[in-house]
T-cell receptor, first 111, second 112 residues
Framework: QKEVEQNSGPLSVPEGAIASLNCTYS??????FFWYRQYSGKSPELIMF????GDKEDGRFTAQLNKASQYVSLLIRDSQPSDSATYLC???????????FGSGTQLTVLP | EPEVTQTPSHQVTQMGQEVILRCVPI?????FYWYRQILGQKVEFLVS????????KSEIFDDQFSVERPDGSNFTLKIRSTKLEDSAMYFC??????????FGPGTRLTVL
């Protein structure tokens, strides 16, 4: 059974701080990992993906992957109130390359 | 920038009725997916579709469900006889030659 686990939060950070979101996965065959943002009642919106060990930066976002520890994280620098949402971690695997999602971490950025 | 679209945005139906949820993927996408999200729960994979056939389906995707790409653009999910527990948000997603999946806005299905 493929599982993706996230600390469900809620996580609150002050505006301008760094938010750190974590995720672990069970399937060592997972090839790529995705972070999506989901506002209440809306669909997942892609933030970024990572498939190599190490860090990947995109603007205020940095994804980190450690395949040995089966661990993925997302750092959000200079957090803004508009970043308040649920952040979904997803692992890609299977012959059809489908996504397995975690339950999400609810982030609130306080002005 | 092209987007995945889905209709209707909200569908209310009676238990036992058939519903068809529609999706128009981005034109250069090759792989198509349906996911669902019951309120307050995880996004769950239902089925993937490639080259005009199902490539993989989850345990959720039983005989009550079917998918079609009838005209090369629309991608539909049919639920033959809806149950109360089918109430959820249904998301269509597509991917091109990369693995990145882009989601449509979703259809909220309410079964009464």
């Amino acid at each position: 059974q493929k599982e993706v686990e996230q600390n469900s939060g809620p996580l609150s950070v002050p505006e301008g701080a760094i938010a750190s979101l974590n995720c672990t996965y069970s399937d060592r065959g997972s090839q790529s990992f995705f972070w999506y943002r989901q506002y209440s009642g809306k669909s997942p919106e892609l933030i970024m993906f990572i498939y190599s060990n190490g860090d990947k930066e995109d603007g205020r976002f940095t994804a980190q992957l450690n395949k040995a520890s089966q661990y993925v994280s997302l750092l959000i620098r200079d957090s803004q109130p508009s970043d308040s949402a649920t952040y979904l971690c997803a692992a890609l695997s299977g012959s059809a390359r489908q996504l397995t999602f975690g339950s999400g971490t609810q982030l609130t950025v306080l002005p | 920038e092209p987007e995945v679209t889905q209709t209707p945005s909200h569908q209310v139906t009676q238990m036992g009725q058939e519903v068809i949820l529609r999706c128009v993927p981005i034109s250069n996408h090759l792989y198509f997916y349906w996911y669902r999200q019951i309120l307050g729960q995880k996004v769950e994979f239902l089925v993937s579709f490639y080259n005009n056939e199902i490539s993989e389906k989850s345990e959720i995707f039983d005989d009550q469900f079917s998918v079609e790409r009838p005209d090369g653009s629309n991608f539909t999910l049919k639920i033959r006889s809806t149950k109360l527990e089918d109430s959820a948000m249904y998301f269509c997603a597509g991917a091109g030659v990369t693995d990145t999946q882009y989601f449509g806005p979703g259809t909220r299905l309410t079964v009464l």
